[in-house]
């Protein structure tokens, strides 16, 4: 995907982690849409989150849209999970990033873990969310 791209995701269960690699740029956001809102479940077969945008010192990810979607965890993980390493500057954390209408279902049992993960990123949006768990 370049940016200004749109990804549009057909409706059905998806085992893998939804984890964009590439940004966008300002205007021009990398957008992964589900065709029906909530038809496109991202339910982890093996232990992990769902949806997960993580930078780093090496890669900044910026300006992603994610809409649409359910995202399920597997085992002691947070559904969805949005941040940057730790002790990293400003400069690097993600940024410019937007969940919208899409829920999360955690599935830890075993210890207090958040379904939504949101740490070290800025200038971000998260708006019509719903979130559950155990």
Same mark, same amino acid.
């Given at each position: 995907m370049q940016?200004? =791209?749109?990804?549009? %995701?057909?409706d059905g269960i998806y085992a893998e982690?939804?984890?964009p690699t590439v940004s966008g740029a300002e205007g021009y956001p990398i957008t992964i849409i589900a065709e029906n809102r909530g038809e496109a479940i991202i339910e982890k077969s093996e232990d992990g989150s769902a949806i997960s945008i993580l930078s780093? %010192?090496?890669?900044?990810l910026s300006y992603i849209t994610i809409d649409g979607f359910i995202a399920r965890s597997k085992g *002691?993980?947070?559904a969805i999970v949005v941040g940057s390493t730790d002790n990293i500057a400003e400069e690097f954390m993600s940024n410019h990033i937007t969940i919208r209408n899409t829920g999360a279902f955690g599935s830890a049992d075993q210890t207090n873990t958040v379904v939504v993960a949101i740490a070290r990123t800025r200038d971000s949006l998260f *708006? =019509?969310?719903w979130a559950y768990g155990y």
């Amino acid at each position: 995907m370049q940016p200004g =791209d749109t990804l549009i %995701v057909a409706d059905g269960i998806y085992a893998e982690t939804l984890s964009p690699t590439v940004s966008g740029a300002e205007g021009y956001p990398i957008t992964i849409i589900a065709e029906n809102r909530g038809e496109a479940i991202i339910e982890k077969s093996e232990d992990g989150s769902a949806i997960s945008i993580l930078s780093s %010192v090496s890669k900044t990810l910026s300006y992603i849209t994610i809409d649409g979607f359910i995202a399920r965890s597997k085992g *002691e993980n947070s559904a969805i999970v949005v941040g940057s390493t730790d002790n990293i500057a400003e400069e690097f954390m993600s940024n410019h990033i937007t969940i919208r209408n899409t829920g999360a279902f955690g599935s830890a049992d075993q210890t207090n873990t958040v379904v939504v993960a949101i740490a070290r990123t800025r200038d971000s949006l998260f *708006e =019509d969310m719903w979130a559950y768990g155990y």
